[in-house]
């Protein structure tokens, strides 16, 4: 078959050159803990790696993301022995940082593997959409501003994320994608939120007849159970055997931090603390208490616990409660109908619902979001209307992580160009549904795409030249509340479209 033009690689070599321009460019608190962590798990043996805590930025990733880093700290020996002092604080000499910025692309091929799978896998037409599919997400500017800039390794794991889903897309893959995600859960906690539609889908066509449901095939139950027991046995057992998975388990989940993180994630919780901010200066007129301990609580997250003036407190269990009860809904039509776009629906409602209700969740875990759906945002142009306002608001969120004045223009250049380009590829190569579209829901992605530049404007520049440096949380708060409304619409549009189809 005739390859199509421009190829991923293609693409990945003309990125690579952009990414090393920015070698230089503005670095984040993460590209520190990333160094810390090489200096810890090179310098002390695996059974102080979670006890380490010379510096505030401990190790608390799952241990095969340890491993990663032990890997990596091989290679840094040979470059700046320097940064694998583990009481070298803050070190970042320009080998150190030429470093740790090219592991970062390097094992970003394991991204590059993944979406080249996901293209050989689809077949006529599709191909192309994949093909673009595939692309848009190589070059997307979450990627390029969370990994590239700001500094982290999620091009890696989502390479990982991604190939777990594409493994699943054919019967025989499906033991092998339950093996490759109990990696991934091993490497980085976070995608626990998707592992729902994981257990929904190799349960329904794995472990179930697919004549009935009432008729369990037990040999592969035992294949998928002793393998995952298997992996997480070679990541846990060691630490197992010392005793110290409660001081893991403390690392990995630290439900003494607030609700919000310190930068508003665009969710629902978003939401609810602009309402408890507006109400705070109309409640007096409506008769409402309003706790004054909590009025200056506007940078919830940063430690302790969240704090409203007005409305209810929110707690952990009603966080769980909430993102349990969403994920259980897409879940009930994927145990039905299992088929691969229901299962990459499925993870997608999954990444939606923990990062709408989720307890102290990261902007960056949008991506969680993005990335599944844009493997299925060009099955049908219904598909494609409930992506938009995603794309759009998802990216937007992420631009408060980048705060410098160099950063602006690459920031704001390229999230346009890539919103301006792929946008308009997918609308033409989305092929048209068989059921109606959404008018009212069009129409409201037309409105909320072009209020985005004038955000983008007035909390970037605008505001500062009118107010200095008072009001600082104002354009955070704009913009995550902006960035919410487009994130919960795109959720209700795409929860409609996937009972719909």
């Known amino acids: 078959m005739t390859e199509i033009y421009p190829t991923i690689a293609q693409c990945a070599i003309v990125a ?66 320097a940064m694998l002092r583990v009481d070298n604080l803050g070190y970042d000499s320009w080998q150190t940082v ?30 192309r959409a994949a093909q673009a599919a595939a692309i848009s997400i190589f070059l997307s500017p979450g990627l390029l501003f969370i990994d590239h800039i700001h500094f982290q390794y999620n091009g890696a794991m989502y390479g990982v994320l991604t190939l777990s889903l594409v493994l699943a897309r054919y019967k025989s893959g499906l033991l092998a994608s339950g093996f490759v995600f109990a990696a991934l859960l091993c490497m ?48 846990f057992g060691p630490f197992a055997t010392k005793n110290q998975i409660p001081q893991i388990l403390s690392r990995l989940f630290p439900f003494s931090r607030g609700l ?34 909590a009025v200056n609580s ?27 009860l969403f994920q259980a809904i897409p879940l009930v039509k994927l145990f039905l109908r299992p088929n691969w776009d229901a299962f990459v629906g499925a993870v997608t409602l999954c990444g939606y619902s923990s990062f709408l209700f989720g307890w102290h969740v990261h902007e960056k875990a949008i991506l969680l979001v993005i990335i599944p759906f844009s493997l299925i945002a060009l099955k049908d142009r219904r598909h494609l209307s409930a992506f938009r306002p995603l794309a759009v608001s998802g990216h937007v969120s992420l631009f408060p992580l980048l705060f410098t004045p160099a950063e602006f223009p690459v920031k704001t250049v390229y999230t346009i160009f890539w919103l301006v380009l792929f946008l308009m590829v997918f609308d033409r190569m989305a092929p048209a549904s068989n ?54 619409g795109s959720w209700i549009g795409f929860m409609v479209v996937y009972f719909a189809s």
């Not at 930068?263 to 409402?288: C, E, K």
Request: proline content about 6%; aromatic content about 18%.
């Open 16 to 81: 690579t050159a952009f990414k090393i321009l920015l070698f230089p460019a503005y670095k984040s608190t993460d590209f520190e803990v990333h160094r810390n962590w090489l200096a810890i798990t090179n310098s002390l043996s695996p059974w102080e790696w979670y006890y380490e805590k010379t510096s505030e930025w401990t190790l608390d990733y799952p241990p095969f993301f340890a491993y990663f880093e032990w890997a990596l700290s091989q290679a840094a020996k040979l470059v700046d022995p």
């Open 98 to 127: 030429y470093f740790q910025r090219f592991t970062v692309i390097a094992t970003e091929l394991m991204l590059l593997f993944a979406l080249q799978l996901f293209v050989e896998s689809s077949h006529g037409v599709t191909k």
């Open 188 to 235: 980085k906690h976070i995608y626990l939120y998707l592992a729902p539609a994981y257990f929904v889908y190799l349960l329904r066509t794995y472990c179930l007849s697919p004549k009935s449901i009432f008729q369990i095939q037990f040999f592969n139950c035992l294949k998928l159970a002793s393998g995952i027991l298997g992996i997480f046995g070679v990541a």
């Open 260 to 293: 919000c993180h310190a930068y508003w994630a665009p969710n629902v919780w978003a939401m609810y603390s602009f309402v408890d901010r507006v109400l705070i200066f109309i409640a007096p007129r409506l008769g409402l208490p309003v706790r004054m301990e």
């Open 298 to 324: 506007v940078t919830r997250g940063l430690v302790g616990d969240t704090a409203f003036a007005v409305l209810p407190e929110v707690t952990p269990k009603m966080c769980l409660a909430l993102t349990l």
């Open 435 to 488: 059921r109606p579209r959404f008018f009212l829901f069009d129409r409201f992605t037309i409105l909320y795409i072009s209020v985005s530049i004038p955000l983008i404007v007035y909390c970037s520049l605008v505001h500062q030249i009118v107010f200095g440096k008072n009001y600082e949380f104002l354009p955070l708060m704009f913009m995550s509340s902006y960035s919410a409304i487009g994130v919960v």
